[in-house]
């Protein structure tokens, strides 16, 4: 089992600053601290563009057994015209177990029974991959290929509200 640590801008500032120390607690902290540094220095570039607020900001997985830290997962932005995308990373070493999917769930929990949201967005590369097979199982449905200007030619997904 997992829980999701949800990650506010002072977690976030002061993991940037020394994500090593601020880890400390979890067994896994010296093979992700450098991973996390970089994650929580972009996190706080995507909140100040966004907006985030609570529940709609990026969270840890956690395992529950012994606090390590498995992977981390987003709202990319608050809900529009009550729409949001979620987003999720597995930390390498803990691909291919079932994190990523679970990562998926609880931020789909969060979307839709708790508050008034229509559908769940989702992007991926333009190929099959463990991505777009964690979104299959959950329900969505491949709805597009578009181009973003960042990452250029991506899959569009979605989940509608059951």
């Excluded at 996190?43 to 606090?67: E, I, K, Q």
């Excluded at 691909?95 to 998926?104: C, D, F, K, T, Y």
């Amino acid at each position: 089992m997992l829980t999701l640590k949800p990650l506010d801008t002072a977690y976030l500032q002061a993991l940037a600053a020394d994500p090593t120390a601020l880890l400390a607690a979890h067994p896994n902290h010296l093979e992700v601290a450098g991973l996390v540094g970089e994650m929580a220095t972009a996190t706080l570039g995507m909140y100040a563009m966004t907006g985030a607020t609570d529940p709609w900001l990026s969270y840890f997985a956690l395992r529950d057994s012994d606090n390590a830290l498995l992977g981390i997962c987003s709202f990319k932005s608050p809900p529009v015209q009550g729409l949001v995308e979620i987003a999720y990373f597995t930390f390498p070493g803990h691909e291919g177990r079932g994190v990523g999917s679970i990562m998926a769930r609880e931020l789909l929990k969060i979307a839709f029974n708790e508050y008034d949201v229509k559908a769940v967005l989702a992007h991926t590369l333009p190929e099959e991959n463990a991505s777009t097979a964690i979104l299959r199982k959950r329900g969505f449905t491949l709805v597009e290929t578009v181009e973003d200007p960042d990452d250029g030619t991506i899959w569009r997904w979605a989940l509608l509200r059951p």
